[in-house]
């Protein structure tokens, strides 16, 4: 920056950011931010981070937050009334120690390296009969939607095996994922909730269900493991063990078809990577973390501070929020050499995305598996494709990803 140019205020970036332009192509927006330095006090009221390193203790700070009831107490009046995040505020993900530390020992064992490399057959069943079931839809010559067909199928059909929701229930879980993670957004308009607290019901009401079928016969899944191993203990009430199953399909259905639309969009975008990614299976790995750094699902997570403390020089009160621009920490150019440029070859890459500390993503090697085995399939099954119009955004930014991506088979 020159010395006759101004910064723009990180309150204007923000505004800017969350409009439904700003969404499409945050990342200008982030170095704005980034101008002010890697951690931005805003007057002492708000700190915006968007330093790699910053980030990254901030994920793994216990005196920083998640946004729990008591948390959302003093945010969010009138949350209480809303069941979306009545719901949300009794998983893992929303809540902090004791309860964060008892919903993590009792659901972590279940997604362990052993677990996971178990599942890789399944995995490589769905992925071929979701890249047959793209290829049947595009030799019928017109444009089909990859979000919905290939992404959401495959990413929804893995979880869903994996909890035990027969194949037929699937497609009706896709338009209420959608609108769970909007209630994630930062709230201008309790209406905004109105959508989620629907699908949150309906959801509850299914997986009620769920677990009392398999309470009265099990099945070889994780729902009849997991009530199992409820009744026996009795770590988790019959409420609690729903809302985390309803967490498990969310954020294991939204997250990785985002990332899967985006891994496929970049290997069309970057034609010379997607051919290694097409013909050479030591690719994945890498195009997987490097989509993960440089188009990342997860852009923005919030925490607020236990108490007075300082952080990175900066003074912080309790109860102050911090808002963690992981996308720009994942373009930190102090962290990676050339930041903007997509580069799937990247040594030591280390992307913020799947969040960290206590707080790291349980299914993060289950999306990595499902990444790295069904994008190269479809990719060498169908050598042919191609965009079918320019890539647009979902109206997100906390959860930003495409709403539908069209592709041709060439």
């Known amino acids: ?47 915006f981070v968007t330093g790699h390193a910053e980030c990254a203790r901030a994920l793994r700070e216990p005196d920083l937050l998640s946004t729990d009831a008591a948390v959302q107490d003093g945010k969010l009046p009138g949350w209480r009334e809303h069941a979306s995040w009545v719901w949300l505020t009794r998983n893992m993900l ?52 990859l979000v919905a067909e290939f992404s959401f199928r495959m990413a929804v059909g893995v979880i869903g095996e994996l909890l035990g929701i027969p194949d037929e229930d699937h497609a009706a879980f896709r338009s209420g994922v959608g609108d769970i993670t909007m209630t994630l957004e930062p709230i201008r308009d309790m209406g905004q909730l109105t959508a989620g607290d629907a699908a949150m019901e309906r959801f509850a ?20 493991a997991f009530v199992k191993a409820r009744d026996a203990a009795g770590e988790l009430s019959e409420t609690e063990l729903v809302a985390n199953l309803m967490l498990l399909l969310v954020a294991a259905t939204e997250a990785p078809q985002d990332l899967l639309s985006n891994m496929v969009r970049l290997a069309l975008e970057h034609p010379g990577e997607g051919e290694r990614l097409r013909t050479d299976e030591k690719a994945a790995a890498g195009f997987v973390d490097e989509t993960l750094r440089f188009e990342p699902a997860a852009q923005i997570l ?76 479809l990719l060498r099954r169908l050598p042919g494709l191609r965009l079918a119009g320019p890539a647009t955004f979902r109206d997100q930014i906390v959860q930003r990803g495409h709403g539908r991506l069209l592709v041709t088979a060439g």
């Not at 178990?118 to 995995?123: I, K, L, Q």
């Not at 963690?324 to 030591?348: E, K, S, T």
């Open 302 to 377: 919030n925490r607020v501070a236990a108490r007075d403390l300082e952080f990175f020089g900066v003074k912080v009160a309790k109860g102050v929020p911090l808002t963690l621009l992981i996308a720009a920490g994942n373009r930190d150019p102090r962290r990676f050499g050339d930041p903007g440029v997509f580069d799937p070859a990247r040594a030591d890459n280390s992307p913020l995305t799947f969040s960290g500390g206590a707080h790291f993503c349980l299914g993060a090697a289950l999306a990595r598996m499902s990444a790295e085995t069904v994008v190269p399939l």
């Open 205 to 224: 009401v299914y997986f009620h269900d769920l677990v009392a079928r398999r309470r009265a016969q099990p099945a070889n899944d994780l729902t009849s």
């Open 94 to 145: 929303f809540s902090n120690d004791p309860d964060h530390e008892r919903y993590r020992r009792f659901f972590a064992s279940a997604f362990s390296a052993r677990s996971v490399e178990t599942w890789r057959p399944m995995v490589e069943r769905r992925a071929a009969d979701t890249v047959e079931h793209v290829a049947r839809l595009a030799a019928e010559g017109g444009p089909v939607d």
């Open 1 to 47: 920056m020159s010395p006759t140019e101004t910064l723009a205020d990180p309150v204007d970036v923000m505004g800017r950011l969350l409009s439904f332009e700003g969404k499409q192509n945050p990342y200008p927006l982030y170095e704005q931010m980034r101008a002010h330095g890697p951690v931005v006090d805003v007057g002492g009221a708000h700190l």
